[in-house]
């Protein structure tokens, strides 16, 4: 492994802290501009959440990938998405667990899990046969992701969508100027596109600096940067009792990473796999299947199997560094 140089790289380590401040305000001011805009325009609850809130999740790991493709960096833009579905379930669910034990809703586990696990599939499934995510993949991505939410929404109509909290913006939202909500939409869009722009350009250079990889880099730097708001939402879901509301928000990103983010990056550019690992996705696999099977044995992850989830998460990271 190539030596760091003689100055420390204090100026990329700021890029990376900069563009993860960020894309956190731009992400917050994204979503409370496009729910009020929504609600204004006449919008359900149900359908605003599940689309405007659900894409707002994924914001930091969207601009991230999306500036990794349009620089020639495909590894940032894949590792990003491969380590945030990844950090999601082995870090955020884990400590979620570890917290408190997490019941699991049958809804959940009957359709939510496997589509991601299907996601899972077809992110292998297009990288390791030619070696590339290309524009018509990245297109079909984004039509399953739509069949998806179309789907969630009919059969969500018949229930409650108490997952969902946007109280507060459904409280402002009839009395919000339209200049002030545009402006904070600009200011997010703009955020966003600024701080994923610096986070990749630091990661580029540190990898560099490394001699490691970029996908490396994106897998666990960049990933577990994007996902700090899934963290803070998690375990906040924990300490008011909403454990359930955890796995589906978690779960959920992790379909909206998938489909969404990495269709939209491959759609305006091919993705080559470059230095994606077969081991890497293999990772992400088997995260995915072993939270299919502590959800399906007893419709709950307990603290042990948080504590083994956090475990292989830690050890998974200091193999793909050694």
């Known amino acids: 492994m190539n030596q ?26 994204l979503v409370r501009a496009a729910v009020t805009l929504g ?16 894409l707002g999740t994924s914001a930091p790991e969207l601009a991230v990938s999306i500036d990794a493709a349009l620089v020639g960096s495909p590894g940032i833009a894949i590792g990003n998405v491969v380590g945030s579905n990844f950090a999601n379930i082995a870090l955020v669910l884990a400590i979620s667990a570890i917290l408190l034990p997490i019941d699991i809703e049958p809804f959940v586990l009957r359709r939510d899990l496997p589509v991601m696990l299907l996601g899972f599939a077809a992110i292998a499934g297009t990288l390791l046969p030619d070696g590339r995510i290309g524009t018509l993949e990245g297109l079909l991505l984004l039509s399953a992701l739509l069949v998806y939410v179309v789907w969630v929404v009919r059969v969500s109509r018949r229930r409650q969508a108490g997952g969902i909290n946007i109280d507060v913006a459904g409280d402002i939202a009839a009395r919000e100027s339209l200049p002030g909500v545009l402006a904070r939409l600009a200011g997010g869009i703009l955020l ?17 600096r490394l001699g490691v990889s970029e996908a490396l880099i994106g897998m666990t730097v960049v990933a577990v940067g994007t996902s700090l708001p899934e963290i803070t939402a998690s375990v906040i879901s924990i300490l008011r009792g909403h454990g359930s509301m955890a796995v589906g928000n978690i779960v959920g990103s992790n379909i909206w990473n998938t489909f969404c983010v990495l269709g939209t990056a491959a759609a305006i550019t091919p993705l080559p796999r470059g230095d994606v690992s077969v081991a890497m996705l293999g990772i992400m696999a ?13 419709r709950q992850i307990n603290r042990l199997e948080g504590a083994a989830l956090l475990a292989g998460y830690i050890g998974c990271q200091a193999w793909l560094f050694s």
């Open 192 to 208: 966003l596109s600024l701080g994923g722009h610096w986070l990749v350009e630091g990661a580029v250079h540190i990898a560099a």
């Open 286 to 298: 088997a995260a995915g299947v072993a939270l299919w099977i502590f959800c399906a044995t007893s």
């Open 39 to 54: 609600l204004r325009a006449g919008l359900s609850s149900l359908v605003t959440g599940l689309t405007i809130v659900a």
């Open 4 to 29: 760091l140089g003689p100055n420390p790289p204090v100026k990329d380590i700021l890029l990376i802290l900069v563009g993860l401040g960020a894309l956190a305000g731009g992400g917050e001011l």
